[in-house]
């Protein structure tokens, strides 16, 4: 038996895993969880749960798999595309409607491929959509988008709309090989003709199927999707109210890791959303502060070793741990005595210090009553983002980031 309680165990791994089950394979995001580690997250620590949050739901992973266990999920996000992915993913209808829907939308499209029909909309005029969309593509989309907005369901509607948004992406004029919006090259770009209405088609078809196994497995349960920052507060949690959390945190700022916001901007932009290009800056550490102490050891003393070598990047890394303190800070208190706090965090590198994010997430808990449980240190086979990741902001520009991921344990005392 392991005694240790920090351990590499590859049983984490899910190396074959199908992690596109259920609502998962709805749309794809940087990043996104396995559905396997929340689910056995949630069999271990939250079998008697009747809650549970998620601060940086995303896409709802953890809230999909919440409500196939029988628990009631809470997420929130700042990002209005991931909102509407997770909202989406854990809501259920008749499929018998959805099919009317599915029908009346598929024999549109063909009369509009066979001339039967002609419509006429308004294509939206936001910054910059000519640089990412043909003309043509321009139109089917517009064409598409209008078709949504006239649908009466509004769960109909957040179906619809995820399938639009994922069609927007492989649309558009974007390397889809990099979460950040980098445009194809001229060659790529003349011959690039996509076929915006099979896309989508496909796309409803194959999220069809998803939504069946999820009908079929889903308990008799609620969930809600906030857009609350937790850095902020956390006012429309309860105290000592949630059994279990199971969340992903970002890696660090969005500038020099994940985009979230930028992966999201051509979809937020036709989803209506004003200042979609400045969604990265509002998640954790996108604004920059100038440093000061947090008054947790670990934290300060790894922003002091990355000042050695960079002033700036300490700034930005100084920044990020600031928002997650005030982050856990607050999830400290919905979380009910003897609940569970499960952070599955990654310790990337900046510069030549590796940022140990896992013991940073435990110090914190621990100053807020909680007693460390353990981590389990899994490798990252399947890894839902790029394994080399760009450490600036310059194209091309590549650093290997991390091959493990930690999953920290916390419970509250
Ligand atoms: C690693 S992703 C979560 C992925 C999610 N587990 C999934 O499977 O889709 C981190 C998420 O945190 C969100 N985020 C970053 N800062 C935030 C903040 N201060 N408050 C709420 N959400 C935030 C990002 O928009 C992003 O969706």
Redesign the pocket.
Known sequence: MNTEKKYLDISWDFRTANVKEYTHCYHN?P???IPQIANRLINLYGKKAKTLF?????????LVEATLNGINAIG????PM?RLIAEAKTTIMELQILDLYLKEFNDFLFSLNFGIKTVNVVVPDFKNIEFWFKDETKEKLAIIKNFIDNTKDERVKKFFLVAFSETVRESSLTRNSEFKLYRMPEKQRDKFKPDVFGIISSKLARNRIGLKEYIEKRKDTKTIIYDF???EDIEKIEKDSIDIVV????YGDSRTTVA?GQFSRLSNQWLGIENASQIDNQ??GGKAKNISKVGINIIDATVEKVAEQDEKRAKEVYSFYD?YSK?IANVSKVIKKNGYACYVVGNRRVKDTTLPTDEITKSLFQEYGFKYKNTFIRNIPNKRMPSKNSPTNVMGKKATTMNNEYIVIMQKQ
């Open positions: 995001y990043a996104m969880m998620d601060p940086y739901c995303g896409t709802g992973t953890s929130t996000d700042l990002n991931a920052n937790s850095c969340t992903s945190p970002p979230y998640l954790m928002d982050s």
